[in-house]
């Protein structure tokens, strides 16, 4: 089994549009929230990561009756495809794409005339058919390869890169594109948050969203896509590549709780992360960290026990907010990010209230960096980690 690495990539997110966006947020830390006025409770304001962009027309094709997250993993592939200068067969290219929300958007939006028969839409099956993101994505690349979607919702992009590495590493394909995207902005996502009080509604920006502090609660819901080509290294170096990182390690498990449920004693995400860990140190943890109570004590005492205060511990979350499936990717392009320009990203927004025996980074620091450690869990248990190497 050879190595798996990366060698090519692509993100949208809020305020960033390319490469060069996203190094200059994590490099200078820069808060990319929007307010979106009357949508939270009582008509209040609520903070969110908004993307400016429709992505309606890609490589001159009309995909306006596609789903938003769909039209943001196509321009995001569409990155991710001409830096990496994919040229395999294209029955030898797998599709694997992850999903939380999936069409969300365009089911709450065509619900008050799905039981009209003249007013419901040709596409409206299609909008429900998750796997549509990852079939439409393999049209719109030209591949032919095997191509699967993933809804194990804010764990989804890193269960892609496992299935894409156990596929790399079984010979049966010889390149994957590989990712995340969620366009989770509608009332239905918003409301059920509030009502679980994962967001807080009515207030100012720098007052939600906050990694690692006890003074503030509520996560930032965010849209975006983010999607990695893989190959082997073997492949990689024979057609000349550039390799942007190493693909070290991947583990993901569900903890088997209940919807709504997790383990709050953090034993299940520890398990994960020592078993991805093994004997290696990063250079810094690139942290799931979102402002949730319950997950950000897990990401405290998981570093705790098994890292010491000299490994940095940072989350990128109080500048991208939480983008559901799409963020593992995210993290991991923000690892090779890290890697290639020798920085570690900062945590902005707080103090650490609560978290002052942690060795987090409040600004960003320029060192070289070989080795990443990324943490994601979600609802209904779901943990899974990677390692990123240069």
Same mark, same amino acid.
């Not at 892609?160 to 366009?183: F, M, N, S, W």
């Not at 975006?224 to 990182?245: D, F, N, Q, R, S």
């Not at 690139?286 to 989350?315: C, F, M, W, Y």
């Given at each position: 089994?050879?190595?798996?690495?990366?060698?090519?990539?692509?993100?949208?997110?809020?305020?960033?549009?390319?490469?060069?966006?996203?190094?200059?947020?994590?490099?200078?830390?820069?808060?990319?929230?929007?307010?979106?006025?009357?949508?939270?409770?009582?008509?209040?304001?609520?903070?969110?990561?908004?993307?400016?962009?429709?992505?309606?027309?890609?490589?001159?094709?009309?995909?306006?009756?596609?789903?938003?997250?769909?039209?943001?993993?196509?321009?995001?592939?569409?990155?991710?495809?001409?830096?990496?200068?994919?040229?395999?067969?294209?029955?030898?290219?797998?599709?694997?794409?992850?999903? %939380?929300? $999936? &069409?969300?958007?365009? !089911?709450?939006?065509?619900?008050?005339? *799905? +039981?009209?028969?003249? =007013?419901?839409?040709?596409?409206?099956?299609?909008?429900?058919?998750?796997?549509?993101?990852?079939?439409?994505?393999?049209?719109?690349?030209?591949?032919?390869?095997?191509?699967?979607?993933?809804?194990?919702?804010?764990?989804?992009?890193?269960?892609?890169?496992?299935?894409?590495?156990?596929?790399?590493?079984?010979?049966?394909?010889?390149?994957?594109?590989?990712?995340?995207?969620?366009?989770?902005?509608?009332?239905?996502?918003?409301?059920?948050?509030?009502?679980?009080?994962?967001?807080?509604?009515?207030?100012?920006?720098?007052?939600?969203?906050?990694?690692?502090?006890?003074?503030?609660?509520?996560?930032?819901? %965010?849209? $975006? &896509?983010?999607?990695? !080509?893989?190959?082997?290294?073997?492949? *990689? +170096?024979?057609?000349? =590549?550039?390799?942007?990182?190493?693909?070290?390690?991947?583990?993901?498990?569900?903890?088997?709780?209940?919807?709504?449920?997790?383990?709050?004693?953090?034993?299940?995400?520890?398990?994960?992360?020592?078993?991805?860990?093994?004997?290696?140190?990063?250079?810094?943890?690139?942290?799931?960290?979102?402002?949730?109570?319950?997950?950000?004590?897990?990401?405290?005492?998981?570093?705790?026990?098994?890292?010491?205060?000299?490994?940095?511990?940072?989350?990128?979350?109080?500048?991208?907010?939480?983008?559901?499936?799409?963020?593992?990717?995210?993290?991991?392009?923000?690892?090779?990010?890290?890697?290639?320009?020798?920085?570690?990203?900062?945590?902005?927004?707080?103090?650490?209230?609560?978290?002052?025996?942690?060795?987090?980074?409040?600004?960003?620091?320029?060192?070289?960096?070989?080795?990443?450690?990324?943490?994601?869990?979600?609802?209904?248990?779901?943990?899974?980690?990677?390692?990123?190497?240069?």
């Amino acid at each position: 089994m050879g190595n798996i690495v990366i060698t090519g990539y692509g993100i949208k997110a809020p305020g960033v549009l390319s490469k060069e966006d996203f190094q200059r947020v994590l490099r200078n830390g820069i808060c990319t929230h929007s307010v979106l006025e009357n949508r939270g409770k009582d008509q209040s304001s609520v903070i969110a990561g908004l993307i400016e962009d429709d992505f309606a027309i890609l490589r001159e094709k009309n995909y306006t009756r596609y789903p938003r997250s769909t039209r943001m993993a196509l321009a995001a592939a569409n990155d991710a495809v001409e830096m990496a200068g994919l040229s395999c067969a294209p029955h030898r290219i797998a599709i694997i794409i992850g999903t %939380s929300a $999936g &069409a969300i958007l365009e !089911v709450e939006h065509y619900s008050s005339v *799905a +039981l009209n028969m003249k =007013k419901y839409p040709l596409h409206g099956v299609s909008l429900v058919d998750s796997h549509t993101l990852s079939a439409t994505v393999a049209e719109h690349i030209g591949t032919r390869g095997p191509t699967f979607t993933i809804t194990t919702g804010c764990t989804a992009s890193l269960d892609a890169v496992l299935l894409a590495k156990l596929l790399l590493e079984a010979g049966q394909v010889d390149a994957c594109i590989v990712g995340g995207t969620d366009a989770p902005l509608g009332q239905w996502s918003i409301n059920g948050f509030i009502k679980t009080r994962a967001i807080t509604s009515g207030v100012h920006i720098n007052e939600t969203g906050v990694p690692f502090s006890t003074d503030h609660q509520g996560f930032v819901l %965010s849209e $975006g &896509a983010g999607i990695m !080509v893989l190959e082997t290294e073997e492949i *990689a +170096l024979k057609h000349g =590549k550039t390799i942007y990182g190493r693909v070290e390690k991947v583990c993901s498990r569900n903890e088997g709780k209940p919807i709504l449920h997790t383990d709050e004693t953090g034993e299940e995400m520890l398990s994960v992360y020592k078993e991805t860990l093994g004997n290696t140190v990063p250079c810094y943890v690139n942290s799931q960290a979102l402002g949730l109570k319950t997950n950000d004590r897990i990401e405290g005492i998981i570093h705790k026990k098994l890292l010491t205060n000299t490994v940095p511990l940072t989350s990128i979350k109080g500048m991208t907010g939480h983008s559901f499936a799409a963020m593992g990717a995210i993290q991991m392009i923000s690892a090779l990010l890290s890697i290639e320009y020798g920085f570690i990203p900062p945590t902005i927004k707080t103090g650490g209230k609560g978290f002052e025996d942690l060795p987090i980074v409040y600004q960003t620091v320029y060192q070289p960096v070989s080795t990443v450690s990324i943490t994601t869990h979600g609802n209904s248990g779901n943990n899974a980690c990677v390692i990123v190497t240069k």
